[in-house]
């Protein structure tokens, strides 16, 4: 059976581009294999420093997961830190692991340019992160293009590994949606909780439809045609909207006589009406948090039950432990 693994980091408030990236194609990929998603809560210690904060958001990310479809049923839903013999295998990693490797990382390198004060975490980021991957033998990874390169360091490594102590570890191929690779931002650039413009899925209605109606346009008079091609608005509307949502919206810009606050109007009511059900499970499971965290609970436990095999072979086959 082939294995689907993603996880989310608890950084901040779940955005458009975290579901139409990464959530909606794991989510629909649950009943195909066996899925396993986590919240990277350790990775998110890379950021969040504040305990309080951390928790917070590691619970946000799994009620939102739920309410967005997650079927606990079908898919494995944990905390990373559940799983601490991640931290096993990331060792058992790092020692195969050029340093050139981690040093060509462009969120390292992003990091190291923005000046941002450096620290051991930020730079093994992708060791720990190929330790998710590999101590579950994940087959696929649905991630937005954002993660490509982490992806093929971790294809690097799970190969040097393997090459040095025999067929240990699943090479996992990366599953990017070519339409939702890059889900832009109300800027242009990509969605990201570092640039503060996201779009986030459980936004009140009113704070929804400020963002959307902050987000740039170009000085094309009310009476012109709007440009659709390189339109942020509509690519957003192509990404939430129905096909036919999408004709309509961007005959509207074609035809001209509309203006940019009518277009992004109509922008904010599809993204509401999208997201009122998800909206709708998400206050259900934060008057519920004891059956999330039920859920995350035999989440882990079979996180760990696959992780088992996989961490005695890695250690076995370095030649930690008795062997026996
Ligand atoms: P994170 O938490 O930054 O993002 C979670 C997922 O959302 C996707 N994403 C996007 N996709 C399209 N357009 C966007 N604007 C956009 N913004 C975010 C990301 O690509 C990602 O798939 N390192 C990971 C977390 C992680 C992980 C893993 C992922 C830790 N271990 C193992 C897969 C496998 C991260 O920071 O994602």
């Not at 794991?26 to 928790?55: C, M, N, W």
């Not at 990366?174 to 931002?185: H, Q, S």
């Not at 992004?264 to 009122?276: G, H, N, S, W």
Request: aromatic residues 8%; neutral net charge.
């Amino acid at each position: 059976m082939k294995i689907f693994l993603s996880g989310i980091q608890p950084s901040g408030a779940l955005h458009l581009g975290n579901y139409f990236g990464a959530m909606q194609p794991a989510i629909e990929l649950q009943g195909q294999g066996q899925a396993v998603y986590f919240i990277a809560d350790y990775h998110a210690l890379t950021s969040v420093t504040k305990p309080e904060l951390l928790r917070k958001y590691t619970f946000d990310v799994a009620a939102g997961f739920l309410a967005c479809g997650l079927d606990p049923a079908r898919a494995i839903l944990f905390r990373q830190s559940d799983v601490p013999q991640v931290h096993e295998l990331a060792w058992l990693l790092s020692v195969v692991t050029p340093l050139g490797l981690l040093e060509r990382a462009h969120s390292y390198k992003d990091k190291v340019a923005q000046g941002a004060e450096m620290n051991h975490g930020l730079f093994a980021y992708p060791v720990l992160m190929a330790a998710d991957i590999l101590l579950y033998h994940a087959d696929a990874v649905p991630v937005g293009k954002d993660q490509k390169q982490h992806l093929e360091i971790a294809r690097d490594i799970a190969q040097k590994f393997n090459d040095r102590y025999g067929e240990v570890f699943r090479i996992p191929e990366p599953l990017i949606r070519e339409t939702t690779a890059i889900v832009p931002g109300t800027d242009g650039r990509k969605m990201s909780k570092s640039y503060n413009n996201t779009i986030e899925l459980f936004a009140e209605p009113k704070a929804l439809e400020k963002r959307i109606m902050s987000i740039s346009t170009d000085s094309t008079p009310v009476a012109d045609p709007k440009p659709v091609d390189g339109s942020i608005l509509a690519q957003l509307m192509q990404t939430v909207g129905t096909a036919a949502q999408y004709e309509t919206f961007t005959a509207r810009m074609r035809a001209g006589g509309c203006g940019y606050g009518d277009l992004k109007k109509e922008l904010a009511a599809v993204t509401r009406d999208f997201l009122a059900p998800f909206q709708e499970k998400y206050r259900r499971y934060q008057a519920e948090p004891a059956e999330v965290e039920a859920i995350l609970d035999e989440g882990a436990r079979r996180a760990r039950e696959l992780a088992r095999p996989v961490l005695e072979r890695a250690r076995g086959a370095t030649g930690i432990g008795h062997g026996r």
